[in-house]
């Protein structure tokens, strides 16, 4: 059973450029969340979907970031004209739908670095 | 008020000893579930452990159990018979199943474990 993947593993890019990064889930898992992790902090809920819906997206931070899943598989998270605070831990994680017990299993990040 | 509070910045244990890293949580919702995972340098998350409040039984996986005390509103995972490869990150995790919040993981800010040989 393949995990939660993640790409690319790292970028850096300068201010104003805007970025996509992508998230592959565990294959049978109709739920896919994202996170946001800064230095020395524990990840931050931004959105998440439930197959191609998303169900919650008032946590993104701005309206610079946007996140889709068309075809109730993998999904993107774009951040458009960066700044340098947006540099921080992308974590994608997914998960089935299994009532109080269900759990989040996540991939090993997009770390960003915004110059 | 933070849900999730982790007052350990970082620990030290001897390899082959055992560790408590303590957790303690807020909430009014009944019904909650408490999620430790570990994160080592290379960023990933990995699940480690998970206690229902409504379970009566402290979970254990392997090395790792949860102590859960209710009443208190702590979940402290210890892990048993220390590891050089468990110098990790470690986090607390709530998830509250009522208020529309029964999908996002709430973390706290983590407890930096370093196991010495």
């Given at each position: 059973?393949?995990?939660?993947?993640?790409?690319?593993?790292?970028?850096?890019?300068?201010?104003?450029?805007?970025?996509?990064?992508?998230?592959?889930?565990?294959?049978?898992?109709?739920?896919?969340?994202?996170?946001?992790?800064?230095?020395?902090?524990?990840?931050?809920?931004?959105?998440?979907?439930?197959?191609?819906?998303?169900?919650?997206?008032?946590?993104?931070?701005?309206?610079?970031?946007?996140?889709?899943?068309?075809?109730?598989?993998?999904?993107?998270?774009?951040?458009?004209?960066?700044?340098?605070?947006?540099?921080?831990?992308?974590?994608?994680?997914?998960?089935?739908?299994?009532?109080?017990?269900?759990?989040?299993?996540?991939?090993?990040?997009?770390?960003?670095?915004?110059? | 008020?933070?849900?999730?509070?982790?007052?350990?910045?970082?620990?030290?244990?001897?390899?082959?000893?055992?560790?408590?890293?303590?957790?303690?949580?807020?909430?009014?919702?009944?019904?909650?579930?408490?999620?430790?995972?570990?994160?080592?340098?290379?960023?990933?998350m990995i699940f480690l452990i998970y206690q229902g409040s409504y379970d009566q039984q402290n979970?254990?996986?392997?090395?790792?159990?949860?102590?859960?005390?209710?009443?208190?509103?702590?979940?402290?995972?210890?892990?048993?018979?220390?590891?050089?490869?468990?110098?990790?990150?470690?986090?607390?995790?709530?998830?509250?199943?009522?208020?529309?919040?029964?999908?996002?993981?709430?973390?706290?800010?983590?407890?930096?474990?370093?196991?010495?040989?």
């Amino acid at each position: 059973d393949t995990g939660v993947s993640q790409d690319p593993r790292h970028k850096i890019t300068k201010r104003g450029q805007n970025v996509t990064f992508r998230c592959d889930p565990i294959s049978e898992h109709n739920r896919l969340y994202w996170y946001r992790q800064t230095l020395g902090q524990g990840p931050e809920f931004l959105t998440y979907f439930q197959n191609e819906a998303q169900l919650e997206k008032s946590r993104l931070l701005s309206d610079r970031f946007s996140a889709e899943r068309p075809k109730g598989s993998f999904s993107t998270l774009e951040i458009q004209r960066t700044e340098q605070g947006d540099s921080a831990m992308y974590l994608c994680a997914s998960s089935r739908l299994a009532g109080s017990s269900e759990t989040q299993y996540f991939g090993p990040g997009t770390r960003l670095l915004v110059l | 008020a933070q849900k999730i509070t982790q007052t350990q910045p970082g620990m030290f244990v001897q390899e082959k000893e055992a560790v408590t890293l303590d957790c303690t949580y807020d909430t009014s919702d009944p019904s909650y579930g408490l999620f430790w995972y570990k994160q080592p340098s290379s960023g990933e998350m990995i699940f480690l452990i998970y206690q229902g409040s409504y379970d009566q039984q402290n979970a254990t996986e392997g090395r790792y159990s949860l102590n859960f005390q209710k009443a208190r509103k702590s979940a402290n995972l210890v892990i048993s018979a220390s590891q050089l490869g468990d110098s990790a990150m470690y986090f607390c995790a709530m998830r509250e199943a009522g208020g529309g919040s029964n999908y996002k993981l709430t973390f706290g800010k983590g407890t930096l474990l370093t196991v010495n040989p």
